[in-house]
């Protein structure tokens, strides 16, 4: 079993949807939680991190189920240039090195 | 403020030749990050370097060299090029410890092909 696993989709959606991404973790001892954004051909950047209690930034919001080991990332009214790849990216310790990325879920808005 | 640099973006490589990937950063990050991302795939690690002088291997560390004689830069060595190792290359770089954030910074890439 993969230690971090997405849907690679893709999804494509139309303008102004809501779009939700779930991504499961296999390490208990998982601590820290972030979702990066990659256009393609490009390099990762960092899009939120997760907390337990859930955040939201502007049309994103990201929850965290540790019991069931997995997080989520809501896109509302969705925009074209929302088109990316979302890779989500689990820290085992915090402060450490070992960052796992999950392969990325592809999303698609279309006009 | 540069961030991170790689050099070069692009480059062939025939079978059995060696090359440097050159990674600098200007953040005084003391972590730095070599991942390779194969098309379709998640970044998988190949070095990481905590310091100047300390460096350690990743999840596919095979076919690599890494040094770390400097805090800005972080070369990445492929001895023998196989067709295995045609892929992107990142760079990255954050804090260590508690200045940690998560956040990665990462640098363009570098498309190796080796022929």
């Known amino acids: 079993r993969k230690e971090v696993e997405q849907d690679p989709g893709p999804f494509n959606v139309p303008e102004g949807a809501t779009v939700a991404f779930n991504c499961t973790y296999s390490n208990s001892a998982s601590q820290s939680f972030f979702w990066y954004r990659q256009d393609c051909r490009k390099e990762p950047k960092l899009l939120m991190s997760?907390?337990?209690s859930g955040n939201e930034d502007g049309r994103f919001t990201a929850q965290l189920n540790r019991a069931s080991q997995y997080i989520s990332l809501l896109i509302r009214d969705s925009k074209l240039s929302d088109s990316a790849t979302y890779l989500c990216?689990?820290?085992?310790?915090?402060?450490?090195?070992?960052?796992?990325f999950g392969t990325g879920t592809r999303l698609k808005v279309l006009a | 403020n540069a961030g991170v640099t790689q050099t070069p973006k692009f480059r062939i490589l025939k079978i059995g030749q060696s090359m440097t990937l050159q990674c600098a950063q200007d953040m005084n990050h003391n972590y730095m990050y070599w991942y390779r991302q194969d098309p379709g795939m998640g970044l998988k690690l190949i070095y990481y370097?905590?310091?100047?002088?300390?460096?350690d291997k990743g999840e596919v560390p095979n076919g690599y060299n890494v040094s770390r004689s400097t805090t800005e830069d972080f070369p990445l060595r492929l001895e023998l090029a196989a067709p295995s190792q045609t892929s992107v290359y990142f760079c990255?770089?954050?804090?260590?410890?508690?200045?940690?954030?998560?956040?990665?910074?990462f640098g363009e890439g570098s498309r190796l092909t080796v022929l």
């Open positions: 990216v689990v820290n085992i310790r915090s402060g450490t090195y070992k960052y796992i």
């Open positions: 370097s905590v310091g100047a002088g300390i460096t």
């Open positions: 997760v907390y337990s």
């Open positions: 990255a770089s954050s804090y260590g410890g508690s200045k940690n954030t998560g956040e990665l910074f």
